[in-house]
């Protein structure tokens, strides 16, 4: 189970990710482009063009929830989320153990979606805190992450942004 939640609260930061940023283009623009993002997670499900809107708000949503962090109404955020996407618990056969899986009420793309990331990240708040999922602290970088380390001290949503952020902190010490 904690494969499947983990698969969720991944989901939810990979498509917060897509939005575009100040050296990224719009990662989910087209319909071709969100058949790819879902693609490359193993799904295929319909989409249709009417869905790209729907996918960028919850995008911005699910953004929102990782800017908020431990400030935040994330909570009351998440459950407005779950309120509009309804889950249904199902008891599934993931390799030889059973498992619990959550999916939405109807067969809808963006639905799917909804329901695995916001489920996901509710579970990954409820088990670690809302200190755990935050966005990027670099200065040029505003994507999610979730925190999964032991010590809990992740602040940079890459090894990239946070080798950026040190080398700048190493140049500017070094001009004064």
Same mark, same amino acid.
């Given at each position: 189970?904690? %494969? ?7 989901? &939810?930061?990979?498509?917060?990710? $897509? ?52 400030? =935040? ?16 618990? @199902?008891?599934? +056969?993931?390799?030889?153990?059973? &498992? #619990? ?5 109807? %067969?809808?793309?963006? %639905?799917? #979606?909804? $329901?695995?990331? +916001? ?9 670690? =805190? ?16 979730? %925190?999964?380390? @032991?010590? @809990? ?24």
């Amino acid at each position: 189970m904690l %494969d499947y939640l983990e698969a969720g609260t991944q989901l &939810a930061v990979d498509l917060v990710n $897509t939005e575009p940023a100040a050296e990224r283009e719009e990662r989910l623009g087209t319909l071709a482009a969100a058949r790819a993002f879902m693609s490359a997670r193993g799904r295929r499900l319909r989409l249709r063009a009417k869905d790209v809107p729907r996918l960028h708000a919850l995008r911005s949503a699910l953004h929102e929830i990782f800017r908020a962090g431990a400030s =935040g109404d994330v909570v009351e955020r998440i459950n407005a989320l779950l309120a509009t996407f309804p889950a249904r618990p @199902k008891l599934v +056969v993931d390799g030889e153990h059973p &498992a #619990v899986a959550f999916e939405p009420e109807s %067969d809808d793309f963006v %639905d799917w #979606v909804a $329901t695995t990331a +916001v489920v996901g990240l509710a579970f990954f708040i409820a088990q670690h =805190g809302v200190d755990r999922i935050g966005t990027c602290i670099a200065t040029d970088c505003d994507d999610a992450f979730y %925190d999964g380390t @032991k010590n @809990k001290t992740k602040r940079f949503c890459s090894n990239d942004c946070a080798q950026a952020a040190s080398l700048r902190a190493f140049r500017a010490r070094r001009r004064r």
